[in-house]
Nanobody, 127 residues
Framework: QVQLVEAGGGLVQAGDSLRLSCSAP????????MGWFRQAPGKEREFVVG????????YSADSVKGRFTISRDNANFMVFLQMNNLKPEDTAVYYC????????????????????WGQGTQVTVSS
């Protein structure tokens, strides 16, 4: 399975913003739903946001609704995560993942529904 590549993590203050990017190897991934997951030390990996193949359908975890926005640029095989009003509890390694589903009807939210993963990018939010 081909790995995705994340970028854009860093150390920020509470209330700041970050934009994460995820690069896919080619347009084959444009047909897949994609999502962002995060994992804090000692905790389980959790779903954050997901987007359908065309970008017409999105779904967010309750913890980030109104603050995080997922988008994609299929012409450049990219997906983004805009994170606003960051909180210390957002601190985690953020992973980009691709499902084999298209996400038109429902956005996959389970780890088991995603087959391609990046290595993760660290986001640290200080108070």
């Amino acid at each position: 399975q081909v790995q995705l590549v994340e970028a854009g993590g860093g150390l920020v203050q509470a209330g700041d913003s970050l934009r994460l990017s995820c690069s896919a190897p080619d347009r084959t991934f444009n047909r897949y739903a994609m999502g962002w997951f995060r994992q804090a030390p000692g905790k389980e990996r959790e779903f954050v946001v997901g987007i359908s193949w065309s970008g017409g359908n999105t779904y967010s975890a309750d913890s980030v609704k109104g603050r995080f926005t997922i988008s994609r640029d299929n012409a450049n095989f990219m997906v983004f995560l805009q994170m606003n009003n960051l909180k210390p509890e957002d601190t985690a390694v953020y992973y980009c993942a691709a499902s084999l589903a298209d996400g038109v009807y429902t956005i996959p939210t389970a780890i088991e529904e995603y087959y391609y993963w990046g290595q993760g990018t660290q986001v640290t939010v200080s108070s």
